[in-house]
């Protein structure tokens, strides 16, 4: 066999070889996400930055992603194993219908569609550091109110109906709780 011919088997060989091969490295991976899903509103369109979490009926463990900048998220295959979840999200002034999905060994779509609240309910979804953020004053006179947090959240605080001079007392009697206090077993400095 002259050279020619031996390199040009070579090369029809190679080629041949190589497509083989070109169909089990392009062939699609199983899919590393157990479920996906899309995080809209009516009054925004798609939400970036919202918390999803996802519990496993009957576990007490639940995994959190968050969406992308199209509201995109998605749980990874190794968090979850095939069952029915329930499903939350944390978005101020944003709230989901009670919403579960079954979640198989294929990969699961599951959008979300949040509603706007009210005002009042805004008010209840607020954290410590969101109450201190919209509260007005002086980034000192807010410090202040970081001592509060050891026995109760803030949104107690703020939904009081005492006037100026009766909290005024209130804040007074609160400064004879020790830090490991709570409202409901309330320890006073001996």
């Known amino acids: 066999m002259s050279k020619a ?3 040009a088997a070579i090369l ?3 080629a041949l070889l190589g ?3 070109d169909g089990l490295v392009s062939a699609e991976p199983p ?3 157990a479920l ?3 995080v809209t509103s009516p009054a925004e369109g798609a939400m970036e930055g919202v918390l999803v979490g996802a519990k496993k009926v009957g576990s007490t463990i639940a995994t959190w992603v968050v969406s992308n900048a199209q509201g995109q998220f998605s749980f990874p295959r190794d968090r979850m194993e095939p069952g ?3 499903i939350s999200m944390r978005a101020v002034g944003y709230e989901l219908p009670k919403t579960s999905v079954d979640v198989s060994a294929q990969p699961t779509q599951l959008d979300l569609q949040l509603n706007k609240v009210n005002n009042s309910k805004l008010a209840l979804q607020l954290s410590n550091a969101e109450w201190i953020l919209s509260v007005p004053g002086t980034p000192q006179q807010k410090s202040m109110l970081g001592g509060c ?3 109760h959240t803030l949104q107690r605080i703020m939904f009081s109906r005492f006037n100026a001079d009766e909290m005024a007392q209130v804040i007074q009697r609160m400064t004879m709780h020790t830090n490991n206090s709570s409202p409901m077993h309330p320890w006073s400095h001996p």
Do not use: M
């Open 36 to 38: 996906t899903g899309t």
């Open 5 to 7: 011919k031996l390199l």
């Open 19 to 21: 497509s083989a091969f």
């Open 149 to 151: 947090v050891t026995c």
């Open 84 to 86: 029915k979840y329930s």
């Open 12 to 14: 029809v060989a190679t």
């Open 31 to 33: 899919s590393p996400s």
